[in-house]
Nanobody, 122 residues
Framework: AVQLAESGGGSVQAGGSLRLSCEAT?????LAWFRQAPGNEREGVAS????????????SYADSVKGRFTVSLDNAKNTVFLQMDSLKLEDTAVYYC??????????????WGQGTQVTVSS
């Protein structure tokens, strides 16, 4: 099994930045960030492929975060990051890291972290 530990959540004013980290016991295939706000369904935010091959390094983003969020990997530390800039009120949610899935398709992910709260205020 893969264990995932998120960190870096917190409270920030609109327009500010946060960086989330997710340390995994191993990196395999694809890792992604999802988020869920109260009353909303979970949505894919960003994903990145880790394995060697044609998809390695390929990223995907939800339209709502393109140009503001950046997903990246530190293979030496088995860690995936989500840099969030120009944060908006609607970015408020619990953010989850997920492993061994495919892109932004939530049901495809096998392992999930506990989540970290991000709160954006005006």
């Amino acid at each position: 099994a893969v264990q995932l530990a998120e960190s870096g959540g917190g409270s920030v004013q609109a327009g500010g930045s946060l960086r989330l980290s997710c340390e995994a016991t191993r990196l395999n295939y694809c890792l992604a960030w999802f988020r869920q706000a109260p009353g909303n369904e979970r949505e894919g935010v960003a994903s990145i492929y880790t394995d060697n091959g044609t998809k390695k390094g390929t990223t995907s983003y939800a339209d709502s975060v393109k140009g503001r969020f950046t997903v990246s990997l530190d293979n030496a530390k088995n860690t995936v990051f989500l840099q969030m800039d120009s944060l908006k009120l609607e970015d408020t949610a619990v953010y989850y890291c997920a492993s061994e899935g495919d892109g932004l398709y939530s049901p495809g992910y096998r392992y999930w972290g506990q989540g970290t709260q991000v709160t954006v205020s005006s």
